[in-house]
T-cell receptor
Framework: AQSVTQPDIHITVSEGASLELRCNYSYGATPYLFWYVQSPGQGLQLLLKYFSGDTLVQGIKGFEAEFKRSQSSFNLRKPSVHWSDAAEYFCAVAPLGSGNTGKLIFGQGTTLQVKP | DTGVSQDPRHKITKRGQNVTFRCDPISEHNRLYWYRQTLGQGPEFLTYFQNEAQLEKSRLLSDRFSAERPKGSFSTLEIQRTEQGDSAMYLC????????????FGPGTRLLVL
């Protein structure tokens, strides 16, 4: 079955430290891959996406993600975390195939806490 | 471009009552999606419209749920005879053109069934 796994439910990092959020997917072919961020009371905001091409993609707010086909992973990184990055982060895939609708399958999310 | 809007933002209802939520997508987006998000979980796909046609429904969408998108603009999601298990955040998203373009999400409607 298609699935997205975010192994870390909760991560705490110090402000200024680097960050890596993990995402693994289970799917027969390489799907389209996304990272979204959700702040309290806010809707989901797209950070970045991967469709094809360069496996290192840049997003907004200084985030980047690397697609690794061999590991079925799409990990999100940021070199220096800011207190405003505290939020919930979701990895999502859009399965490909005939009749696909573009619906997203989300992981369960990783809550990021930033220590001052 | 004002983004995706949803109304109401919060709804408290008693078990057994009917509720209706509205979603206004970004203008000219022909794809519209509904998702449900329970506490501590990622959003789960409920249903999808392309223009006014409802093209896919998740098995999560029981007979008590119905969604419409008349004229291919705004959409409504109705839940009849609400149950406590329906308590969740209901998210709407829209995307432009045909293809796997980015989905833009609204702020959601938080439903609490007492």
């Amino acid at each position: 079955a298609q699935s997205v796994t975010q192994p870390d439910i909760h991560i705490t990092v110090s402000e200024g430290a680097s960050l890596e959020l993990r995402c693994n997917y289970s799917y027969g072919a390489t799907p389209y891959l996304f990272w979204y961020v959700q702040s309290p009371g806010q809707g989901l905001q797209l950070l970045l996406k991967y469709f094809s091409g360069d496996t290192l993609v840049q997003g907004i707010k200084g985030f980047e993600a690397e697609f690794k086909r061999s590991q079925s992973s799409f990990n999100l990184r940021k070199p220096s975390v800011h207190w405003s990055d505290a939020a919930e982060y979701f990895c999502a895939v859009a399965p490909l195939g005939s009749g696909n609708t573009g619906k997203l399958i989300f992981g369960q999310g990783t809550t990021l806490q930033v220590k001052p | 471009d004002t983004g995706v809007s949803q109304d109401p933002r919060h709804k408290i209802t008693k078990r057994g009552q009917n509720v209706t939520f509205r979603c206004d997508p970004i203008s000219e987006h022909n794809r519209l999606y509904w998702y449900r998000q329970t506490l501590g979980q990622g959003p789960e796909f409920l249903t999808y419209f392309q223009n006014e046609a409802q093209l896919e429904k998740s098995r999560l969408l029981s007979d008590r749920f119905s969604a419409e998108r008349p004229k291919g603009s705004f959409s409504t999601l109705e839940i009849q005879r609400t149950e406590q298990g329906d308590s969740a955040m209901y998210l709407c998203a829209s995307s432009p053109v045909v293809g796997l373009e980015t989905q833009y999400f609204g702020p959601g409607t938080r439903l609490l069934v007492l």
